[in-house]
């Protein structure tokens, strides 16, 4: 059974960093776009950032482009998302999901939470003073 676990959320001051992990089982990483998704208290999920399924080909939302790093080693079956220069409107619980079809490329495809198949329960993440 294909499932998906996020860990490394927490409580961090703006201007911290945290990593994301997205450790995935039940099937290989490599034939898989993998996704970081976003949703704040009263707001719709957004995307956050994507990578394709052997790393050659990552795409970021403008709000994260230059603080936000995504990665995955497929040797641990795990994709990372780093976060730094953190500010209070990254709060929020962050999912991570996977699919085989999604065109990394294409930001319309890559950002829009409907395109994408499988979803793991999310980890919290808050940034506040």
């Known amino acids: 059974q294909l499932q998906l676990v996020e860990s490394g959320g927490g409580l961090v001051q703006p201007g911290g960093s945290l990593r994301l992990s997205c450790a995935a089982s039940?099937?290989?990483?490599?034939?898989?776009?993998i996704g970081w998704f976003r949703q704040a208290p009263g707001k719709e999920r957004e995307g956050v950032s994507c990578?394709?399924?052997?790393?050659?080909?990552?795409n970021y939302a403008d709000s994260v482009k230059g603080r936000f790093t995504i990665s995955r080693d497929n040797a641990k079956n795990t994709v990372y998302l780093q976060m730094n220069s953190l500010k209070p409107e990254d709060t929020a619980i962050y999912y991570c999901?996977?699919?085989?079809?999604?065109?990394?490329?294409?930001?319309?495809?890559?950002?829009?939470?409907?395109?994408?198949?499988?979803w793991g329960q999310g980890t919290q993440v808050t940034v506040s003073s």
């Open positions: 999901a996977a699919d085989r079809t999604i065109i990394t490329t294409v930001q319309a495809m890559c950002l829009t939470p409907s395109k994408w198949h499988y």
């Open positions: 039940g099937f290989t990483l490599d034939y898989y776009a």
């Open positions: 990578i394709s399924g052997r790393g050659g080909s990552t």
